[in-house]
């Protein structure tokens, strides 16, 4: 086969993509990651060995992590060029420590070439079949896919300044570790590890946000349109959006989120701009037709872009992690300076105001600080029975049929249940009218999907508020939708957490094959998703 590709939830016939992704990637781009992955092992077991510790290079590898993951970059010459760096930065690690370079070291710390063509070659050889042991294979890769979401959270922290020499270093010694015969235990230990520094980077992540921008705060937040030309801001860097309404102030053009940016609308810091009028659609996957009827630019800010379409490739640009061949493409800041969005500011403003799609409001803002102001009001809502049941259904959205369980189950829950969510799940169910529960409304939308640390602390404080040993003791169930690899870090953290018998779907993951679905299901009581109907009476029995 030319490629495999298992680390998204709509891999081919959930078990792999072998001749072209399903989101889109081409054989030669989903190699080239490979590739890149490989060298990012070799760096990594130099580093280890050798006790180094350079946040530059933990920054390098958690960004060109990030790069690979599930629609974030489909440009082979991204790749190539972090590829030729990787070495670059391999070949400096190995000359600073020639002390410490030996036989015992694998071959991705000595394997080089110069050719785009060697690349290529090399790629087939060191992908995730290259491991021929399904089990290693599928314990390696759970670790690896884990740490792709880590990153992509520890990348988005540091760009606000807040870095943890701790993750990196986990980044590097979990990557060292799948060149190397570890027991399955000693697998199973590291995936639980990354639990932690899963835990750990949304913590870092949140203090970062929360710092920059105040303490998300319950928000309506309109979802029409007004009569301006606009700026569609996708994605999930709340930097590149400070920067963006700063440029974009006093132009005359209204700037809009979507997808998983619409939590920008509940920080205090960027209310006081009168021209961030709302959001615009709903999650990544029907953003072909969104951004089509949105008629102005779109700054697609990480992951989540989907193949672009002619019919608005001219207005449609990318910057971080993210890419797409032929899109243009915004520069990282040089020198403590801002990314520079004139540009697109200068084509909105030949543009036409968006084709309004919706009207109304969604309201959000439940995150842990807000929460935990309300806490009163809820733990009296739970003493008094008001609220007999919490159900997460935090995530991702896709685009498979199947996903409209996630709907059904939330027109099914009872109504002295809340569902508490985060990531563009959501968006199966934040525009139903549920209602609420004593003025709680009963979809409490924390953020985006880093912000499920949010809802781990409230799970946290609720039960030390009713003084439990255990967090699954709370009534609490957990009904998780997952697409991508930041998905599976929150997956992570929750079994590091002991949180037991929680359903994901729509299916269990391709790349936990059949042992080590066994492991886990025994040790944590995964349970994939059923029938609406026996699922939530399942949950609200605590089952």
Same mark, same amino acid.
């Given at each position: 086969?030319?490629? !495999?590709?298992?680390?998204?939830?709509?891999?081919?016939?959930?078990?792999?993509?072998?001749?072209?992704?399903?989101?889109?990637?081409?054989?030669?781009?989903?190699?080239?990651?490979?590739?890149?992955?490989?060298?990012?092992?070799?760096?990594?077991?130099?580093?280890?060995?050798?006790?180094?510790?350079?946040?530059?290079? /933990?920054?390098?590898?958690?960004?060109?992590?990030?790069?690979?993951?599930?629609?974030?970059?489909?440009?082979?010459?991204?790749?190539?060029?972090?590829?030729?760096?990787?070495?670059?930065?391999?070949?400096?690690?190995?000359?600073?420590?020639?002390?410490?370079?030996?036989?015992?070291?694998?071959?991705?710390?000595?394997?080089?070439?110069?050719?785009? +063509?060697?690349?290529?070659?090399?790629?087939?050889?060191?992908? =995730?079949?290259? *491991?021929?042991?399904?089990? &290693?294979?599928?314990?390696?890769?759970?670790?690896?896919? %884990?740490?792709? /979401?880590?990153?992509?959270?520890?990348?988005?922290?540091?760009? #606000? +300044?807040?870095?943890?020499?701790?993750?990196?270093? !986990?980044?590097?010694?979990?990557?060292?570790?799948?060149?190397?015969?570890?027991?399955?235990?000693?697998?199973?230990?590291?995936?639980?590890?990354?639990?932690?520094?899963?835990?750990?980077?949304?913590?870092?992540?949140?203090?970062?946000?929360?710092?920059?921008? +105040?303490?998300?705060?319950?928000?309506?937040?309109?979802?029409?349109?007004?009569?301006?030309? +606009?700026?569609?801001?996708?994605?999930?860097?709340?930097k590149d959006m400070e920067e963006l309404l700063k440029q974009t102030e006093g132009t005359g053009i209204d700037v809009y989120t979507h997808s998983e940016m619409l939590p920008a609308n509940y920080y205090p810091a960027f209310k006081k701009y009168e021209h961030f009028v709302g959001n615009y659609g709903n999650a990544w996957w029907k953003q072909g037709?969104?951004?089509?009827?949105?008629?102005?630019?779109?700054?697609?800010?990480?992951?989540?872009?989907?193949?672009?379409?002619?019919?608005?490739?001219?207005?449609?640009? *990318?910057?971080?992690?993210?890419?797409?061949?032929?899109?243009?493409?915004?520069?990282?800041?040089?020198?403590?300076?801002?990314?520079?969005?004139?540009?697109?500011?200068?084509?909105?403003?030949?543009?036409?105001?968006?084709?309004?799609?919706?009207?109304?409001?969604?309201?959000? /803002?439940?995150?842990?600080?807000?929460?935990?102001?309300?806490?009163?009001?809820? =733990?009296?809502?739970?003493?008094?029975?008001?609220?007999?049941?919490?159900?997460?259904?935090?995530?991702?959205?896709g685009r498979q049929r199947s996903r409209s369980y996630f709907t059904e189950v939330a027109k099914e829950l009872p109504k002295d249940s809340i569902i508490m969510t985060a990531g563009c799940a959501k968006y199966r169910y934040n525009k139903l009218n549920l209602g609420d529960i004593g003025g709680i409304p009963r979809v409490l939308d924390a953020g985006?999907?880093?912000?499920?640390?949010?809802?781990? =602390?409230?799970?946290?404080?609720? @039960?030390?508020?009713? %003084? #439990?040993?255990?967090?699954?003791?709370?009534?609490?169930?957990?009904?998780?939708?997952?697409?991508?690899?930041?998905?599976?870090? &929150? #997956?992570?953290?929750?079994?590091? #957490?002991?949180?037991?018998?929680?359903?994901?779907?729509?299916?269990?993951?391709?790349?936990?094959?059949?042992?080590?679905?066994? =492991?886990?299901?025994?040790?944590?009581?995964?349970?994939?998703?059923?029938?609406? @109907?026996?699922?939530?009476?399942?949950?609200?029995?605590?089952?």
């Amino acid at each position: 086969m030319s490629m !495999f590709c298992f680390q998204c939830q709509e891999t081919a016939k959930n078990s792999g993509c072998t001749l072209r992704g399903v989101c889109g990637k081409r054989e030669s781009t989903s190699n080239l990651q490979d590739l890149l992955i490989y060298v990012l092992k070799g760096i990594s077991s130099v580093a280890e060995a050798a006790g180094d510790t350079d946040p530059k290079t /933990g920054l390098f590898i958690a960004q060109s992590l990030f790069t690979t993951i599930t629609n974030a970059n489909f440009d082979n010459d991204v790749f190539i060029a972090r590829i030729r760096e990787a070495l670059k930065l391999r070949e400096e690690l190995k000359e600073k420590h020639a002390d410490i370079i030996n036989d015992d070291l694998p071959e991705a710390v000595f394997w080089t070439a110069d050719s785009v +063509g060697e690349f290529h070659a090399k790629a087939l050889e060191v992908g =995730v079949l290259s *491991t021929a042991n399904e089990d &290693v294979r599928s314990l390696r890769e759970l670790l690896i896919i %884990g740490l792709k /979401g880590i990153a992509a959270y520890a990348d988005h922290a540091a760009l #606000l +300044g807040h870095e943890d020499p701790n993750v990196y270093a !986990f980044l590097t010694e979990a990557l060292a570790s799948t060149t190397k015969e570890l027991s399955v235990d000693e697998m199973v230990n590291l995936v639980l590890k990354a639990g932690e520094t899963a835990v750990n980077t949304m913590a870092l992540l949140d203090k970062a946000n929360t710092s920059a921008y +105040g303490n998300p705060e319950i928000t309506k937040v309109n979802i029409g349109v007004r009569n301006n030309p +606009g700026i569609l801001i996708s994605g999930h860097d709340l930097k590149d959006m400070e920067e963006l309404l700063k440029q974009t102030e006093g132009t005359g053009i209204d700037v809009y989120t979507h997808s998983e940016m619409l939590p920008a609308n509940y920080y205090p810091a960027f209310k006081k701009y009168e021209h961030f009028v709302g959001n615009y659609g709903n999650a990544w996957w029907k953003q072909g037709s969104e951004f089509e009827s949105f008629n102005g630019p779109i700054l697609m800010t990480t992951n989540c872009i989907t193949p672009v379409k002619d019919t608005y490739k001219d207005r449609i640009f *990318t910057t971080g992690m993210t890419g797409y061949p032929g899109v243009k493409h915004i520069p990282d800041r040089k020198d403590g300076g801002a990314k520079d969005f004139s540009e697109i500011i200068a084509l909105a403003q030949k543009c036409p105001p968006p084709t309004e799609i919706e009207t109304g409001e969604i309201v959000g /803002g439940f995150a842990h600080a807000q929460v935990m102001a309300l806490a009163d009001k809820v =733990v009296d809502a739970i003493k008094s029975g008001a609220i007999k049941r919490f159900v997460v259904m935090a995530g991702c959205d896709g685009r498979q049929r199947s996903r409209s369980y996630f709907t059904e189950v939330a027109k099914e829950l009872p109504k002295d249940s809340i569902i508490m969510t985060a990531g563009c799940a959501k968006y199966r169910y934040n525009k139903l009218n549920l209602g609420d529960i004593g003025g709680i409304p009963r979809v409490l939308d924390a953020g985006q999907c880093n912000d499920s640390f949010s809802l781990v =602390v409230i799970a946290l404080k609720l @039960k030390e508020i009713f %003084g #439990l040993d255990d967090i699954n003791d709370l009534p609490i169930s957990f009904d998780l939708a997952w697409y991508e690899q930041k998905a599976v870090a &929150v #997956l992570l953290a929750l079994l590091y #957490l002991g949180v037991k018998g929680l359903r994901l779907g729509p299916t269990l993951p391709a790349f936990l094959l059949p042992n080590v679905a066994k =492991v886990l299901v025994e040790k944590f009581d995964i349970k994939p998703i059923g029938e609406v @109907k026996a699922d939530v009476a399942a949950m609200m029995a605590g089952e």
